[in-house]
């Protein structure tokens, strides 16, 4: 048993007379302690599956089992709970808060879990040490996703969920980014899933997850990490 499985999933989005099927019968695993990378073209659903994986949106239909538990079948406050404790979440453009400080973004998302780590520690270990007391908008594109992977991380999350996190950033700092989130999740043991249409960034991932026109077309396993229990 994986700790993620993905279980012929359904997601159709009607607007008006107008139906897409966004996830088409998708099946995937990924491992506990994995990264994972889901490519694919734009529009080809990954977002969706990333949206309800991370507790933000319900399928229409499938089992999307997590350690154990599937989360389909969960009622909102049930998912309100999963979304809070379980998940990490690092979107394209950072998603900050522009009136409070590097340091406060990180503390309010941590309040609200118990076991949540240290916040100035999680920006030291991101390279912010300086940073702490600035405002978003006085940070580089690169600091504020660190900042960002701070906030998810430091809520001490089972999972990482990220989407496109390096699509707003030149090559190199890009680079940088995704060792951050491969370093800090490998650190804490959390398992990532980063959406990107990027083929560059895939050799990094223990698995890669293609996506194309709703369904999943190919799953390659770059490397098989010690399974965790
Ligand atoms: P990707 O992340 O691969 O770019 P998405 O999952 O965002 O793809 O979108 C897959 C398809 O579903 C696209 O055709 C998109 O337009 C459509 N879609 C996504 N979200 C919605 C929504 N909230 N309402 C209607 N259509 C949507
Ligand atoms: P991405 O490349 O990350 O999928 P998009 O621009 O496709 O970014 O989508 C950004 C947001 O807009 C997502 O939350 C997605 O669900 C929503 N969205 C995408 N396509 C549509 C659509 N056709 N109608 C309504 N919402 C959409």
Same mark, same amino acid.
Request: glycine share 8%; with cysteine.
């Given at each position: 048993?994986?700790?993620?499985?993905?279980?012929?999933?359904?997601?159709?989005?009607?607007?008006?007379?107008?139906?897409?099927?966004?996830?088409?019968?998708?099946?995937?695993?990924? /491992?506990?302690?994995?990264?994972?990378?889901?490519?694919?073209?734009?529009?080809?659903?990954?977002?969706? *599956?990333? %949206?309800?994986?991370?507790?933000?949106?319900? /399928?229409?239909?499938?089992?999307?089992?997590?350690?154990?538990?599937?989360?389909?079948?969960? %009622?909102?406050?049930?998912?309100? @709970?999963?979304?809070? %404790?379980?998940?990490?979440?690092?979107?394209?453009?950072?998603?900050? *808060?522009?009136?409070?400080?590097?340091?406060?973004?990180?503390?309010?998302?941590?309040?609200?879990?118990?076991?949540?780590?240290?916040?100035?520690?999680? #920006?030291?270990?991101?390279?912010?040490?300086?940073?702490?007391?600035?405002?978003?908008?006085?940070?580089?594109?690169?600091?504020?996703?660190?900042?960002? *992977? =701070?906030?998810?991380?430091?809520? %001490?999350?089972?999972? #990482?969920?990220?989407?496109?996190? @390096?699509?707003? #950033?030149?090559?190199?700092?890009?680079?940088?980014?995704?060792? *951050?989130?491969?370093?800090?999740?490998?650190?804490?043991?959390?398992?990532?899933?980063?959406?990107?249409?990027?083929?560059?960034? =895939?050799?990094?991932?223990?698995?890669?997850?293609?996506?194309?026109?709703?369904?999943? @077309?190919?799953?390659?396993?770059?490397?098989?990490?010690?399974?965790?229990?």
């Amino acid at each position: 048993m994986s700790y993620i499985e993905v279980r012929h999933n359904y997601k159709k989005y009607k607007t008006g007379d107008t139906e897409v099927l966004a996830n088409n019968d998708v099946s995937f695993d990924v /491992n506990k302690g994995e990264l994972a990378i889901i490519l694919g073209a734009s529009g080809a659903g990954k977002s969706t *599956i990333l %949206n309800i994986l991370g507790g933000m949106d319900t /399928n229409t239909s499938g089992d999307v089992i997590i350690d154990g538990k599937n989360i389909a079948k969960y %009622n909102r406050r049930q998912l309100t @709970t999963y979304r809070r %404790n379980d998940i990490g979440f690092v979107f394209q453009f950072y998603n900050l *808060i522009q009136n409070l400080t590097t340091k406060e973004n990180v503390e309010l998302a941590s309040e609200i879990v118990d076991d949540a780590l240290d916040p100035i520690k999680t #920006l030291e270990d991101v390279g912010l040490k300086k940073r702490i007391n600035n405002f978003p908008a006085e940070l580089s594109g690169g600091e504020q996703q660190r900042v960002a *992977i =701070a906030r998810a991380v430091a809520k %001490n999350p089972k999972i #990482l969920l990220c989407d496109e996190p @390096t699509g707003a #950033l030149d090559y190199e700092t890009g680079k940088q980014v995704l060792q *951050i989130i491969e370093d800090m999740s490998r650190k804490h043991g959390a398992t990532v899933i980063i959406v990107t249409h990027n083929s560059s960034i =895939a050799p990094m991932a223990d698995r890669v997850i293609h996506f194309h026109d709703g369904k999943v @077309t190919k799953i390659e396993q770059n490397a098989m990490p010690e399974p965790v229990s």
